[in-house]
């Protein structure tokens, strides 16, 4: 069994910051990429960043410059820091992890896990 359990969500004023972050926990064998998605009310669920295992990132162009992802692979922990953060940016923020997990039968399994979801409220 794997989780994520994020934190740091909250409301800030538009130009605040804030940061997300987000823990696995479980029989975890490796963690491949590790990401940050949102979605906002009536909007479909977008990806705003990602990070792979070897440190490569890329990001949704309405947050370049803005957002920085970063991960600790000794604590399989990844970072979202929101900098200048606009209204636009309100949304409940979702972290997501593709892993091999430890399993008994076969060994490893390939999943894909998402977290439960913060939310960031800015405001204008």
């Known amino acids: 069994q794997v989780q994520l359990v994020e934190s740091g969500g909250g409301l800030v004023q538009a130009g605040g910051s804030l940061r997300l972050s987000c823990a696995a926990s479980?029989?975890?064998?490796?963690?491949?990429?590790m990401a940050w998605y949102r979605q906002a009310p009536g909007k479909q669920r977008e990806l705003v960043a990602a990070i792979t295992i070897g440190g490569s990132t890329n990001y949704t162009d309405s947050v370049k410059g803005r957002f920085t992802i970063s991960r600790d692979n000794a604590k399989n922990t990844v970072y979202l820091q929101m900098n200048s953060l606009k209204p636009e940016d309100t949304a409940v923020y979702y972290c997501n992890a593709r892993l091999y997990a430890i399993v008994a039968d076969t060994g490893y399994r390939y999943l894909e896990v998402w977290g439960q979801g913060t939310l960031v409220t800015v405001s204008s």
């Open positions: 479980g029989s975890i064998f490796s963690i491949n990429t």
